[in-house]
């Protein structure tokens, strides 16, 4: 099987600090990850679409200044919350799309998850 | 849009019971359908997916699912449950066609065991 892994999976941090946390998809390349936010004992809300060597798709009503996705290799998507706050804790889980680029083929990977605490 | 629904928030079943999860979607075609579960604290792991064919899908410890047409579901079932299987359970939809697009996932259903 694919295996995706995030780092840190947890972290706590103090408010108006930047933190990032990186999705690496380790035995496959991936053209497409996908950030989402969960809180807790809620459902998974997609944020963003991080696409390989250009801009990520934000959702609607996700600050893209706030969360800055970058995409810059086919196995590395990382996510950077600014200026955190701590209405930003959540767990924030990465995927990663494995197959042909544009090809919705399904297969999708996803990682331990990370958990943000803002203080 | 497509959307789902679980429309049980929690489920309290004895061991060795059967299971039954239910999942609904709304989406104007048949959408790619995926049912994950989630330990606390974890990521999310894929128990099966449906893409097209067979409608009675076979998935990894001994779970399976059922697509309807007719009723827009896509429950998860287990003939016996175990201790071990007390987790939170997301369905989840995806949308055929081309580009690769996140899921769109139900609030889950939370799963409780008891002796």
């Known amino acids: 099987g694919a295996v995706v892994s995030q780092h840190p999976s947890w972290v706590i941090c103090k408010s108006g600090t930047s933190v990032k946390i990186e999705c690496r998809s380790l035995?496959?390349?991936?053209?497409?990850m996908f950030w989402y936010r969960q809180f807790p004992k809620q459902s998974l809300m997609l944020m963003a679409t991080?696409?390989?060597?250009?801009?990520?798709?934000?959702e609607q009503g996700v600050e893209k200044d706030k969360f800055l996705i970058n995409h810059a290799s086919l196995t590395l998507s990382t996510l950077t919350v600014t200026s955190a706050h701590p209405e930003d804790s959540s767990f924030y889980i990465c995927?990663?799309?494995?197959?042909?680029?544009?090809?919705?083929?399904?297969?999708?990977?996803f990682g331990e998850g990370s958990r943000l605490t803002v203080l | 849009a497509q959307s789902v629904t679980q429309p049980d928030i929690h489920i309290t079943v004895s061991e060795g019971a059967s299971l039954e999860l239910r999942c609904n979607y709304s989406?104007?075609?048949?959408?790619?359908l995926f049912w994950y579960v989630q330990s606390p604290g974890q990521g999310l792991q894929l128990l099966l997916k449906?893409?097209?064919?067979?409608?009675l899908v076979q998935g990894i410890k001994g779970f399976e699912a059922e697509f309807k047409r007719s009723q827009s579901s896509f429950n998860l079932r287990k003939p016996s449950v175990h201790w071990s299987d007390a987790a939170e359970y997301f369905c989840?939809?995806?949308?055929?066609?081309?580009?690769?697009?996140?899921?769109?996932f139900g609030k889950g259903t939370h799963l409780i065991i008891q002796p």
């Open positions: 995927s990663a799309h494995k197959g042909l680029a544009g090809a919705n083929t399904g297969e999708l990977f």
């Open positions: 035995d496959f390349q991936a053209t497409t």
């Open positions: 991080s696409n390989e060597g250009s801009k990520a798709t934000y």
């Open positions: 989406y104007g075609a048949t959408p790619y």
């Open positions: 449906y893409f097209s064919g067979d409608t």
């Open positions: 989840a939809v995806g949308i055929p066609g081309g580009g690769a697009d996140g899921l769109t």
